[in-house]
């Protein structure tokens, strides 16, 4: 069956702007992340989602940014502002369920903010 | 500081040769280790996975060990080929599971001919 895919691959913005990243998880998958990829760095935890709702948003760096699941399948990370600093690789990941489960990563989006 | 610190940072080996990367870290207590690859602009994939009672996991040219005592890891690829070159990187689940992953920075293989 068809893995994780995000859209765009790549999507470049001005600062100040307002985007949207969007996750469609392995199917049946209940358990949705978000990470944030720096070069040369390993992804850094976002949020995750258990069903619909977000069970850690701890790492969301600021209220720029703000993540929604509403029927517990596709997930959509928004970023209000955008600021140079937020340009990165955004990775989605799924799992069928968070305890000790494998995550099958997406390929990520490239977010470039001019 | 990182929970989770690997080395080398980078490594260029010729094709064919054997390689060991390393993974050290500090999570405790913890759930489980993975290695991760990850080609250049692609997700990470999953190598291999072991829980704390695990020393050793292979898949294919790729073995992993792991000594939970001294909270090290390693991971040994063998017969290397050019299609290995990407990052390898350690991730340390903690107590509560996969929403509780400690990434490591990864190490940079390189593979050439």
């Known amino acids: 069956g068809a893995g994780v895919s995000q859209t765009p691959s790549n999507k470049v913005t001005e600062k100040g702007k307002y985007v949207e990243l969007r996750c469609d998880p392995i199917?049946?998958?209940?358990?949705l992340y978000w990470y944030r990829q720096s070069l040369g760095q390993g992804p850094e935890f976002l949020i995750y989602?258990?069903?619909?709702?977000?069970?850690?948003d701890s790492g969301l760096p600021n209220d720029r940014f703000f993540a929604v699941r509403p029927e517990g399948s596709v997930s959509t990370l928004k970023i209000q502002r955008t600021e140079r600093g937020d340009s990165a690789v955004y990775l989605c990941?799924?799992?069928?369920?968070?305890?000790?489960?494998?995550?099958?990563f997406g390929p990520g989006t490239r977010l470039t903010v001019l | 500081k990182n929970q989770v610190e690997q080395s080398p940072q980078s490594l260029i080996i010729l094709e064919g040769k054997n390689c060991t990367l390393q993974?050290?870290?500090?999570?405790?207590?913890?759930?489980?280790l993975r290695w991760y690859k990850q080609d250049t602009g692609r997700g990470p994939v999953s190598l291999t996975i072991m829980t704390f009672s695990e020393n050793t996991k292979s898949n294919g040219r790729y073995t992993a060990t792991l000594d939970a005592d001294t909270k090290q890891s390693s991971l040994h690829i063998t017969a290397s080929q050019l299609s290995d070159s990407a990052s390898y990187i350690c991730?340390?689940?903690?107590?509560?599971?996969?929403?509780?992953?400690?990434f490591g920075t990864g190490t940079r293989l390189t593979v050439i001919p």
């Open positions: 993974c050290n870290y500090t999570v405790s207590p913890f759930s489980n």
């Open positions: 990941a799924s799992s069928s369920n968070p305890y000790g489960d494998t995550q099958y």
């Open positions: 989602f258990q069903g619909t709702g977000a069970a850690d």
């Open positions: 199917s049946g998958h209940t358990a």
């Open positions: 991730v340390v689940s903690g107590p509560t599971g996969a929403n509780n992953l400690f």
